[in-house]
């Protein structure tokens, strides 16, 4: 039951999005892209995405708590605060935050992927693998098939979760583009037409089915 591995999340875990760094993690990519990573004897990280974006705690996600959740992230992304993710900041989120949606074949979020530790807007600073090099420069993306990158991950069927919200295909994602996908995103899941999300409704996510096949 999702209200049991909440009350599990309340209780014993603290850190949302981390360094994957051990062996046997589970990887979920929220609605507007975050990462959340949780060892696989936790509960499913939707979980921990659901506690933090509810933020009266009521156990409803409503449309406000939604938006605020893609605005928040989105100030964590447009590093040079001009209210459009670049080419450059794509690249950064796609290879720093979420390797997992490159690394192709991968049926797993566990091993050395770097990642970068989810912090407040100002403090993010992404890890450069490579040694030496300036992250903040466009990396070369790699192309995504419809049933690559983050689809198992994610409770949308899109590859990439930031640059889906380019609507224009301009390479780019606005502000205005990342805040209209979380209206359609938010509708998508709001089936019952409530105005609210509870988590018990959402659906699973392939690598979560996974997970708890794999528990049997």
């Not at 070369?140 to 295909?169: I, K």
Request: charged share 25%.
């Amino acid at each position: 039951m999702r209200k049991t591995a909440l009350a599990a999340f309340l209780v014993l875990a603290t850190a949302g999005a981390a360094h994957a760094a051990d062996e046997g993690n589970n990887l979920f990519i929220s609605p507007c892209g975050e990462p959340f990573v949780a060892p696989s004897s936790a509960p499913y990280p939707i979980v921990t995405w659901f506690a933090k974006a509810d933020a009266n705690h009521d156990g409803k996600l409503d449309l406000a708590e939604f938006r605020a959740d893609f605005e928040r992230f989105f100030a964590v992304l447009d590093r040079n605060k001009d209210g459009v993710l670049d080419g450059g900041e794509i690249s950064i989120y796609e290879h720093y935050y979420v390797p997992e949606i490159l690394a192709q074949g991968r049926g797993d979020a566990g091993g050395l992927l770097v990642r970068v530790v989810m912090q407040t807007p100002g403090d993010v600073s992404p890890i450069d693998p490579g040694g030496g090099g300036d992250p903040a420069q466009p990396v070369q993306r790699q192309r995504l098939d419809t049933n690559q990158g983050a689809v198992q991950f994610s409770l949308f069927a899109a590859p990439e979760p930031v640059l889906s919200a380019d609507r224009n295909l301009d390479g780019k994602v606005s502000r205005k583009e990342f805040m209209d996908q979380a209206d359609r995103r938010f509708a998508m899941l709001d089936e019952k037409q409530r105005g609210f999300l509870i988590l018990a409704d959402l659906p699973k996510t392939d690598a979560e089915e996974a997970a708890h096949a794999g528990r049997r």
